[in-house]
């Protein structure tokens, strides 16, 4: 019996050792992965970058809710916001984003500009149909330089749908393009509240 005693504790005090990986994950669940190269992939000529940890509170979420419906309450947490300099001039936000998608979790890294419009987009992870599509340069070009106002207007009243498909999108992708922009609309809203002074 205190075998048994002595093999249960051990187990359990194997599983409270894990508990703090499976935080650590559960925070970096919009990490950017390679903070350096994504940076340097959408702002070539930057000198430096600041990370900033910000949370999305009640207030934040509220307002999400405002602009999109179906959102899942515990999709919002801590977020990192990467500040991008010129030569000591704010040249753009870099912003990663983990979204639903088709076959697990798609991860998607924005940058916005100064004025939080859609300066850029790429996934760092994905396995969903109409990846190549959405990273696209005609799809990006179809985002560059629209607002949070803009992109809401493309989605129908349910904000799950496009209002009007484009003709370079088929319609076996439009719920991948759906998606995309329903995770620009959140991360430029998220960008904007959580740290107003990018706004």
């Known amino acids: ?35 350096v190269g994504t940076i340097a992939h959408f702002y070539p000529d930057y000198t430096s970058y600041t990370a900033v940890d ?35 001039e704010l040249v753009g936000y870099v912003h990663a984003r983990t979204e639903k998608g088709d076959w697990g979790l798609d991860e998607m890294v ?10 850029d987009f790429r996934f760092q992870r ?3 149909q109409g990846r190549d599509l959405t990273e696209s340069p005609q799809f990006v070009a179809w985002l560059n330089g629209r607002s ?31 998606r995309v922009l329903r995770s620009a609309v959140k991360t430029i809203l998220i960008t904007g509240h959580v740290w107003p002074q990018s706004s």
């Not at 992109?151 to 393009?177: C, T, W, Y």
């Open 126 to 128: 994905s396995r969903s």
């Open 148 to 178: 949070v106002d803009d992109i809401v207007g493309l989605l129908d009243d349910s904000g799950n749908f496009l209002k009007s498909r484009p003709d370079f999108i088929p319609q076996s992708h439009e719920l991948m393009a759906t």
């Open 110 to 119: 924005w940058a916005l500009n100064p004025d939080l419009t859609v300066s």
């Open 54 to 88: 910000g949370t999305v509170n009640l207030e934040v979420r509220a307002l999400l809710n405002e602009h999109l419906s179906n959102l899942h309450f515990s999709e919002f947490g801590q977020h990192t916001l990467y500040v991008v300099y010129q030569n000591g």
């Open 1 to 35: 019996m205190p075998h048994l005693y002595h093999r249960t504790l051990g187990i359990l005090l194997c599983m409270l050792a894990l508990l703090p990986a499976a935080q650590t994950h559960a925070v970096a669940y919009c990490a950017l992965r390679d903070p």
